[in-house]
Structures are given as structure tokens and as C-alpha cells.
């Protein structure tokens, strides 16, 4: 039986990043892959003459040439840097406010980002210039949190950071109202919450601000070649620096004894390890993959407290006509019934919200698809078990299709820009397309609802004690940093780190 | 930067931050300690619709025609077979001379019957699958299939209301199970069938497409024969004319049939400019022309093994590894559905990059199912 220092279940961009890091600090790493390609959810797929980014989300905190951003430093480290195309968005997002018809265009860059908030919302300059001084506070508490090892005195990080200290327990909406953020400055800063999968009164401030931060500073940005190219490019560094990875490998058991890791199995391979990281949900590893009684009883009961996060329908349409023909000039389209985020979170409860994130890669990418072409895709957030209800096996091909036309309703009707008539090509993902390549539970995309106990600082704070089963830990979007592309290449490296602590 | 005070009092500001860390495990005190729930409706419905592999019977066989036979095929766990979109295909692996065979078959029954399904498969000259399948298949036998597969679908946003289906051959299948589909849905508003065949004893389905035509006003049906001439039937292969003749401004071509007829229809699409958004078709592969017939060696890294087999360079890798007894991750056979996508680590080949990533294209990979090796050639399947 082989044996290796460390097994990554899944090659995510989680499962990529710890691998890399420990094969490079000269381990002994296997990657069991359950399919084709690496990147999970960053991973592109082929319609026709276009190439599809599953996921529309664009990277924050990458940055790039003298602006270098946490993204780019991991990338550095990693050693992948050199080997990717990243192309940088000129404006943060433009987000159309359906009820009033207004609508805001957010550019790149903190001053920036202030003095156009000032021109919507005269008089919001002090309280959006304390916003971004709060970013920087938090982000640096943050890169100290991560970088610690043992355990934190609470003295001494106030001592050190005393806003985060004094923020951290509190929510958006608390922390903004209390540095006077004018209520319409708190609708458009909001915009960015439909990317957590959580309602903004739930996600703790310090979680959110650290997010908006990484995307005004540095600038959104995309692969060239879609996300696959970065999943790629982790998975030849991995390999360059001798690591193996075995695709169409579904690992089905971990094997545990005397609360030790002690290997793995898929369906036709048994592996030896001490180590293994999972970048997939605790609720499958521990509901299926580990002998009961070697289950924790403490693990069991977080497990059952922790609520899936938001899912998604996403369409994504190669359109046969160039951006000008069409009239698209915005990278991202935020379509918001109501820019009071709390009200739109409880009508997205209904299946049919009409909330909808539009995707344009050609606006930051020409290239990103043939010449006289381009791509839209449009996504929006499942809430509730409302798709669960209205899907059967009977009607799903065409709840799928009826999901598609809606989007696509909206869109037209909200921007007033037409698409119907040049779509070549149409893919339609609902949350049964991701539970299938993913197999996470009911197609959550992402990770866990950030809520209460299960926010950002909580999940930090008890990862090593909730770590009960010796070797065993976890990464991606269901760990302790949450779900967004950053978020989880971040995490994966500090996952590694601590594996290789131990 | 100036500080907040959210809270005054100092031991408030640290019981408030302890609590984010003992507050979880006071939460979790109380909740079950069952192990927890990791599969929900959804995933129910990914097993529905997409078991990895399921092990059928052939219930019936129906012989056709001459040279085609319907196979119903059921599964043996008794489950009703997956939900598909007309047009889908499954690939059905068949074991015969002690290889290991897998060709994609189009499902041609109706959607809204699911206890079975029913592929028909049309003899191929020296083809080895279909040949076994029409003489050697019997009723009771046992198979494993996969899928349902593929994008040849019709899609009620992206396509017109009125569509014309171009079927040559055994490709009436799926067009079959999608006429059927859309006239029983009302999804469309018309359709236009140009079912192409050598004679008219090639015809399958004739009787039910006359009655289907009888039935629906929306539904006309012309047969073409290619080989036999006859005063009741229009002679010849599909041709601009007869393009013409079907008032096709606006309307959305669904095509399915052989290789040829692919290649023929597509240089008049692309004389009369028609744009690709209004051209559907089954998946299939350009056939490469190769030189002369060479023998290589073809070695294949998989999951830390290697096996070295030979290969001929008339012969797509997936033919040799058929031929040299290993068994090829393939789904689509036809360069792309992506399934057997592989790294080439060394050699040079002739291949076809059409579906393959970006990305991929440029650290040379593969689709073995559509390519040749023009030299001893390494890969790495997956
Ligand atoms: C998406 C899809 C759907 C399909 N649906 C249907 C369907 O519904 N019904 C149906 O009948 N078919 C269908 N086909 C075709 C089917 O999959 C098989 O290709 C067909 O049955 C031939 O398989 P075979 O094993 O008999 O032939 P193969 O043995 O694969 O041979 C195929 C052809 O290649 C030639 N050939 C093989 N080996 C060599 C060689 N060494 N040198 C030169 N030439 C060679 C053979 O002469 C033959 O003409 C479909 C194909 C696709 C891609
Ligand atoms: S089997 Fe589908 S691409 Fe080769």
C-alpha cells in the first residue's frame, strides 16, 4: 500500500493550495480528484464556439503590478504568478436599483470608490473614508490572526488592534450605522452582500469589510483563459514539484483509529496517510466517510447546527454579436429589487426574486470569446427550500428552461438592453448541476451560511479545537475563511500550514 | 485612524469577543448527536439523473429494417430509467472477441416513458459494435450503459418556434424522440422533417411519422431516397434546393445523420449565411485523413500505472486501447463530450482541438477518442 505524508481529498481551490504548499515544503502529497479536472467550481466548461466560466464571480484581493494584493502575494509563493493571465476590471460593480430606476457605477481604487460616493450621496465622505480606514485596521488584524500560531490573548490584540477587537462581535448593518453611514451610502455599499450567500444583517462585519476592501482596493480581476487557467496552473505546479493526483477518484472512506488518521480508500485503492485534508463539507465526511464510532459527538453536534449557505441558478449565454452591437458596457450588473439589502433577503425567499448578477468577462477580457461574440451569464441566489419544492423528476428540464427565460426577462427588462435574439448558445446550472459535479450537499456553492456563531471569527477561533480527530482537517469553501475564490486559496494555505505544524 | 467604540466598558469588549469562540460551543451543546444528514433532495435528484453506470436487460428486440434492430433496454435493479431531454444519448459498453467496447446510442423513445428505453442501431459496414449488436445480441442479455448524455437538444429560449430536422439515416433516432416530444408539449409551433435514406426499405418509423403528419397540421414529413428511384419519392442527397424550398428565414435546423451529410449541408449553411445560432447538430467527429498505415507504441500513464500497447496510425488511441485490451474512459467517442481527455506527454499526433478548453489547447491535451499518432505517443489519462 502506498503511503504518502498527506492526502487532499478533492482538488478545489482549497485542495489545490494545501497540496501545493506541502508538497513544496518538500511532503509527500496525493490529490484523489472525484472528477475530470481540477478547480471544482473554478473550472470552465465548452458550448459550441464558447468558453464558460462556471462561476461568474471575478477574484478580489489580486491586484497585480505595484499593487500587489494578498491573491498575487499566494500566487508568488506558490510560484504560479508567472504562469497566469489575470485581467484587471475598471469599475467595482453597476448596480440598477429597479424600483427607482437608478442607477451607480462604482470605480477601482479607495479615493475613487469615495469621491463617486460622495456624488451620489452628498455628505458621505467622512463616513465612507472611516469605513475604509476600518478595512485597513481589520485587514492587518487579520494577517496577524492568520500568521498566529498559538493561541491569542484578547489584551494584547487590543492592545494592538483595538477597532477590530471592538467591531469583531457585531454585524453590518450595526457597525455602519454607528459610523453615521449615510442609509442610501449604505445601500450601495451593500451591493456586494448577494456574493456571501448570507443576509447582510447576518455576516459580521469584519467578515464583510475585509471582502468589499480586497475588491476596491485592488480591483476585481479574471484569468485570461477563465478560472480553469488558474486550476491548471496550481495543478502543474503541484505536479512539477513531484506531486501526484489521481482524477476520477472518489475517496469513500477515511479510515480512523485511536482518533488518528490513518489512511484512505477509494473504490479501488487503499492509501496509507496520517494526514488528510478535505475540501469538502464536514456534514459528508463525517455522515458517511468515517466509521461511526470514531466520530466525534462534539463534531456531530456543530455539524447538525450549521445551516447549508445559499445555492444558485446561473444561465450563461454566448451571444453572437460584440458588446457594442448589444449595448453592454458594464463588467458586472447588480439588479436589485430594492437596495435596502434586508428587504431584498426576505423577497429571495421566493423562488422567482428577480434579483440577478450579470456577467460580462468581454468587458475586462475582449478575448473572452471569438471576435463579433460575447458572453453574459446571469446568476441568482436560492434561498430556502423553494427549488426543492417546485422541482420533480417530471418537470425539471422544463423548470430548467422556465428559470432561464426568467433571468433572462429580467435582465431585458431591468437594464432595457435586448440579448434574446442574439443567443448561440445556452447552458442553464441549477443547484442539481452543482451537487452533481461537486456532490456537495444540496448544491450549496457556498460552504456554510455565515450566521451567528458561524461567522468568520467564531470559525477561527475553534478550528483547532474543533479539530478532535488527529490528522484530519479541513479546507475550501466550507472552512474557516468562508466561500469566495480568495477566501478559500487563502485558506488553503493556512489549512497546510497547520497540517505541516503538526 | 481614530477608534470606535462600540462598547465602553473594557470587560463587556472582551466578554462580547470571548463569546465568538465559547459562544459556538454553547450553541452546539444541546443539538443532535446523530451523525449528521449529508445528502438532501437535490442529491436524491443527482442520482436520479445521473447514476455513473447502471446495469441493464434488453427486454425486445424489434428488427427494423434489413440492417437495423430496436433495443429496449430496462434496468436490472427495477429503478425506472433516468429522466432525459430528447436527443440525449447513452453509450453502451459491450464486452465481444475479449475487448471491451463502448459506442454512444441515441435514445430513440419517447421521454415520458421511462420504464425502458429504446436505442435503435443500424449495421455499419465492418463496424464491430453494431455488427455484434444486430447478430449476436439476444434477447434477456446484460449490458452496462451510461449517460444520458449530450447537448443536441431543443431549447424553447434559444431556438425558433418553427424548426426543420434534417435526418439522414440511422440519425433519425434522436430526432425521432424530439419530433415526438415537441409536438406532444405544443413547444413549437412547426416542424419540418427531411428524413434522408438510401431506399425506402431504410425507412424506420414511416408508418407513425405518416399518422404523426396525418395528426398534426404543424407537422410535415418529406422522404428522401438516395439510392432507389421512384415516381412516389424525391431522389437525390439534401442540396440547396431543397433547402430553399422549406422557407427556412428564421428557422432553427436540427441535423442528425451521417458524417457526409454534415459536411455537405454545412458548406450550403454557410453559402445561404446562415448563423450558427440556427444550426443544431448531433454530436459527431470530421473523420482525419491519416497517411499510410504505420505501427507505434502508445504508452499510458493512469493513476501511477503504465501500460504500453500498440497503435496504428489509421487507428484513433481510443481504437488501440480497444484493440490492446484497455479499458478507455470514453463516453461520446467523438472528440466531445470531454471524457477522455488527457495529457500528451510526448509524441506527435494528428487530432482535433475543437472542444477542448482554451488552456488545454495550449498545454497539449487531448481527446484520444479523435486522435492519430504520428509517432510513438505518451499520454496520461485521467
Ligand atoms: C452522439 C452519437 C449518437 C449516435 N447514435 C446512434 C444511433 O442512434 N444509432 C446508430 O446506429 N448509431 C449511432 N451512432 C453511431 C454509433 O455510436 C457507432 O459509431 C456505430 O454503431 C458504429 O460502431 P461500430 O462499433 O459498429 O463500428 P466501429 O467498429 O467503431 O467502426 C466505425 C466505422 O469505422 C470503420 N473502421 C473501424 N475500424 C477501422 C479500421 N481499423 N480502419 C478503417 N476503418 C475502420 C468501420 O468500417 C466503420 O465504418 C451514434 C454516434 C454518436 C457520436
Ligand atoms: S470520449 Fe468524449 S471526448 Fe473522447
Redesign the interface.
Given at each position: 500500500m502506498e503511503k504518502f505524508d498527506c492526502i487532499v481529498i478533492g482538488a478545489g481551490n482549497g485542495g489545490l493550495v494545501s497540496a501545493l504548499t506541502l508538497q513544496k515544503k518538500g511532503k509527500k502529497v496525493l490529490i484523489l480528484e472525484k472528477g475530470l479536472a481540477p478547480g471544482g467550481l473554478a473550472t470552465s466548461f465548452r458550448r459550441g464556439r464558447f468558453e464558460f466560466d462556471v462561476r461568474t464571480h471575478e477574484l478580489c484581493g489580486y491586484g497585480g503590478v505595484g499593487n500587489n494584493g494578498e491573491i498575487d502575494s499566494l500566487f508568488e509563493r506558490l510560484g504560479i504568478d508567472s504562469k497566469i493571465e489575470m485581467m484587471q476590471a475598471q469599475e467595482t460593480f453597476h448596480v440598477i436599483d429597479k424600483l427607482t430606476k437608478d442607477e451607480y457605477t462604482m470605480p477601482v481604487g479607495v479615493d475613487h470608490f469615495i469621491e463617486k460616493m460622495e456624488e451620489y450621496v452628498p455628505g458621505s465622505r467622512d463616513a465612507m473614508t472611516t469605513f475604509f480606514g476600518l478595512c485597513e485596521d481589520i485587514k492587518d488584524a487579520l494577517s496577524y490572526l492568520h500568521s498566529e500560531k498559538g493561541t491569542i490573548d484578547e489584551k494584547d490584540l487590543y492592545q494592538k488592534f483595538p477597532n477590530f477587537v471592538q467591531l469583531a462581535p457585531y454585524k453590518v448593518d450595526a457597525v455602519l450605522e454607528k459610523i453615521k453611514m449615510p442609509k442610501k451610502a449604505i445601500e450601495i455599499l451593500s451591493t456586494y452582500w448577494v456574493y456571501f450567500g448570507s443576509a447582510i444583517d447576518d455576516v459580521s462585519f469584519v467578515h464583510y469589510a475585509s471582502i468589499v476592501y480586497s475588491y476596491v482596493l485592488y480591483g476585481p480581476a479574471i484569468p485570461k483563459y477563465t478560472s480553469h487557467e488558474l486550476s491548471r496552473a496550481l495543478e502543474n505546479e503541484f505536479k512539477s514539484a513531484g506531486g501526484t493526483i489521481y482524477y476520477l477518484s472518489e475517496v469513500e472512506k477515511i479510515d480512523v483509529e485511536d482518533g488518528e488518521v490513518t489512511g484512505v480508500q477509494t473504490k479501488d485503492q487503499t492509501f496509507a496517510t496520517s494526514h488528510v485534508i478535505a475540501n469538502l463539507s464536514p456534514k459528508v465526511v463525517y455522515g458517511k466517510m468515517i466509521q461511526k464510532e470514531n466520530v466525534p459527538v462534539e463534531n456531530c453536534q456543530l455539524e447538525n447546527e450549521r445551516i447549508l449557505g445559499a445555492r444558485e441558478i446561473t444561465v450563461y449565454l454566448g451571444l453572437n454579436a460584440s458588446l457594442e452591437d448589444i449595448g453592454l458596457h458594464h463588467s458586472t450588473y447588480f439588479l436589485s429589487n430594492n437596495l435596502n439589502s434586508k428587504v431584498e433577503y426576505k423577497k429571495m425567499q421566493e423562488v422567482f426574486h428577480g434579483n440577478v448578477v450579470g456577467f460580462v468577462p468581454n468587458v475586462i477580457n475582449a478575448k473572452a470569446s471569438p471576435d463579433g461574440t460575447c458572453i453574459l451569464t446571469l446568476t441568482s441566489l436560492i434561498f430556502g427550500d423553494g427549488f426543492d419544492k417546485l422541482v420533480s423528476k417530471e418537470n425539471y428540464f422544463d423548470v430548467k428552461e422556465q428559470f432561464g427565460d426568467y433571468l433572462i426577462r429580467c435582465f431585458e427588462e431591468t437594464t432595457g438592453i435586448s440579448i434574446r435574439k442574439y443567443i448561440e448558445e445556452i447552458e442553464i446550472a441549477t443547484p442539481l448541476t452543482f451537487a452533481r459535479y461537486t456532490g456537495h450537499p444540496s448544491g450549496a456553492i457556498y460552504g456554510y451560511m455565515a450566521k451567528g456563531y458561524d461567522n468568520l471569527l467564531p470559525r477561527i477561533f475553534s478550528e483547532e479545537e474543533e479539530t478532535r480527530i488527529k490528522g484530519l482537517r479541513f479546507c475550501g469553501g466550507f472552512g474557516s475563511r468562508l466561500s469566495d475564490f480568495s477566501s478559500t486559496y487563502l485558506n488553503g494555505e493556512d489549512v497546510a500550514m497547520k497540517t505541516l505544524g503538526e | 485612524?481614530?477608534?470606535?467604540?462600540?462598547?465602553k466598558d473594557?470587560k463587556k469588549?472582551?466578554a462580547?469577543?470571548?463569546?465568538?469562540?465559547l459562544?459556538?460551543?454553547d450553541?452546539?451543546?444541546h443539538?443532535?448527536?446523530?451523525?449528521?444528514?449529508?445528502?438532501?433532495?437535490?442529491?436524491e435528484?443527482?442520482s436520479?439523473?445521473?447514476p455513473s453506470q447502471m446495469e441493464v436487460v434488453v427486454t425486445k428486440i424489434v428488427e427494423e429494417n434489413e440492417n437495423t434492430k430496436s433495443f429496449w433496454i430496462k434496468r436490472e435493479d427495477g429503478e425506472s430509467m433516468p429522466?432525459f431531454?430528447a436527443g440525449s444519448y447513452i453509450t453502451l459498453e459491450v464486452h465481444t472477441n475479449g475487448r471491451i467496447y463502448k459506442r454512444p446510442y441515441t435514445i430513440s423513445s419517447d421521454t415520458d416513458s421511462l420504464k425502458e428505453y429504446r436505442i435503435t442501431i443500424q449495421e455499419e459496414k465492418n463496424g464491430i459494435v453494431s455488427h455484434y449488436m444486430c447478430y449476436d445480441c439476444k434477447e434477456n442479455d446484460k449490458f452496462t450503459v451510461y449517460g444520458p448524455f449530450g447537448?443536441f437538444h431543443y431549447?424553447?429560449?434559444?431556438d425558433s418556434s418553427d424548426i426543420i430536422c434534417l435526418a439522414g439515416g440511422s440519425g433519425i433516432t434522436g430526432v425521432r424522440s424530439m419530433i415526438f416530444d415537441l409536438l406532444k408539449s405544443k413547444k413549437v409551433s412547426s416542424i419540418a422533417l427531411v428524413y434522408g435514406t438510401k431506399t425506402v426499405n431504410d425507412i424506420l418509423w414511416k408508418k407513425e411519422f405518416d399518422e404523426l403528419a396525418k395528426k398534426n397540421k404543424n407537422f410535415k414529413v418529406t422522404y428522401l431516397l438516395s439510392e432507389e428511384k421512384r415516381d412516389d419519392y424525391p431522389y437525390g442527397l439534401m442540396d440547396e434546393e431543397l433547402l430553399r424550398s422549406l422557407n427556412l428565414e428564421g428557422k432553427t435546423f436540427f441535423v442528425s445523420g451521417p458524417v457526409a451529410m454534415y459536411q455537405a449541408l454545412n458548406e450550403i449553411f454557410i453559402k445561404l449565411d446562415i448563423?450558427?445560432?440556427f444550426i443544431r447538430h448531433e454530436e459527431f467527429r470530421d473523420p482525419l485523413e491519416t497517411d499510410e498505415e504505420e505501427i507505434y507504441e502508445l504508452t499510458i500513464h493512469q493513476?501511477?500505472n503504465v501500460t504500453v500497447i500498440p497503435c496504428k496510425s489509421s487507428e484513433t488511441l481510443v481504437q488501440s486501447m480497444e484493440e490492446g485490451r484497455f479499458s478507455a474512459?470514453v463516453h461520446c467517442t467523438v472528440g466531445v463530450c470531454?471524457?477522455c481527455?488527457s495529457k500528451l506527454l510526448s509524441g506527435t499526433v494528428k487530432t482535433d482541438t475543437s472542444?477542448?478548453?482554451?488552456?488545454?489547447v495550449?498545454?497539449k491535451y487531448i481527446h484520444p477518442c479523435v486522435t492519430y499518432p504520428l509517432s510513438d505517443v505518451e499520454i496520461e489519462l485521467?
Open positions: - | 485612524m481614530k477608534d470606535i467604540v462600540m462598547e473594557q469588549v472582551f462580547k469577543f470571548n463569546d465568538l469562540a459562544g459556538r460551543r450553541i452546539t451543546k443539538s443532535s448527536k446523530d451523525l449528521p444528514k449529508y445528502s438532501y433532495a437535490v442529491n435528484f443527482v436520479v439523473f445521473h429522466p431531454q447537448h431549447s424553447m429560449i434559444r448563423p450558427n445560432k493513476k501511477g474512459p470531454g471524457y481527455r472542444a477542448l478548453r482554451k488552456k488545454d495550449d498545454l485521467p
